[in-house]
């Protein structure tokens, strides 16, 4: 019996050769990435990042200048993403209503330990930071939306590896290994296996200066209807202002704000660990 077709794919959806790909979408995919990761670029530094002409350049930048995805700053003669490019991709946020719930609980968390909050998920192997409630202290942590990072020197991804099935952990550790970024990095599978297994223990992780000297990150996941972790919620701060002694108390804020998510998107709490996950 013949498969049908699923709606939405073409029959040649499996074909990546480059017959079958736009390649000027594709270079300006690749335009918008390289403006994504700085805070604006002149058209030649951008062509000289991406290896086109500048000529090719500026026809894309026009083009994608008329929807709005990127900008240009008169004065500096820098462009910079736009506000289109925003719109677009809060269309993401729309596939669940995770971020729209995690709102006001994510404001409470803040307000509660004084401390930047933040949501993320689990994208391609890493953490990708979806939103974040500031603190009003000068000095603070700051994940644009959008950012990714490791998952094993995260507090965000350290709560959902804890607990993800076993099998899922070991592919995502064999796809992006275990980089060192600090003297503080868990870079041994056996010492992360046990960071997590106080993890699931306590209710919450700890990215304890793992990423970056002087940074500490509290943090613990939000679960779907099947008990599957679909998202973390975190505060992060300087280590002087969340030092390890407080990390309970915080953690047991952080827990709740997660459980509340949790509650909120019909999901359920009383999960099974990842170790009685097959």
């Not at 700053?73 to 269309?91: K, L, N, T």
């Amino acid at each position: 019996m013949t498969q049908p077709r699923l709606r939405g794919r073409p029959r040649a959806f499996h074909d990546k050769t480059e017959q079958n790909t736009v390649r000027a979408l594709d270079r300006a995919m690749g335009l918008l990435a390289a403006l994504s990761e700085t805070k604006g670029l002149t058209l030649s530094e951008l062509a000289a990042l991406t290896d086109q002409s500048p000529a090719t350049v500026y026809r894309v930048l026009i083009t994608l200048q008329g929807h709005d995805i990127v900008e240009l700053e008169d004065e500096a003669q820098r462009w910079h993403v736009g506000p289109g490019a925003f719109r677009i991709g809060s269309g993401f946020l729309r596939r669940t209503n995770v971020a729209e719930r995690s709102r006001a609980a994510m404001q409470a968390l803040m307000r509660a330990t004084g401390e930047t909050a933040n949501l993320g998920v689990e994208d391609r192997d890493e953490v990708l930071f979806l939103t974040q409630v500031e603190t009003h202290e000068a000095i603070r942590a700051f994940f644009p939306p959008g950012t990714r990072g490791p998952m094993h020197t995260s507090g965000i991804g350290k709560a959902l590896l804890a607990h993800l099935p076993p099998v899922r952990v070991a592919a995502i550790l064999k796809s992006k290994g275990l980089p060192g970024f600090t003297p503080l990095s868990i870079t041994d599978e056996a010492a992360l296996g046990e960071d997590l297994a106080r993890t699931r223990a306590r209710g919450y992780a700890i990215d304890d200066q793992e990423r970056a000297d002087g940074m500490r990150c509290i943090a613990a996941p939000i679960f779907n209807a099947h008990g599957e972790p679909v998202a973390g919620l975190s505060v992060s701060g300087p280590a002087f202002r969340i030092p390890l002694e407080a990390a309970a108390r915080i953690g047991t804020d952080v827990r709740a704000a997660a459980d509340q998510v949790t509650a909120a998107i019909g999901g359920t709490v009383g999960f099974p660990t990842a170790g009685e996950k097959s």
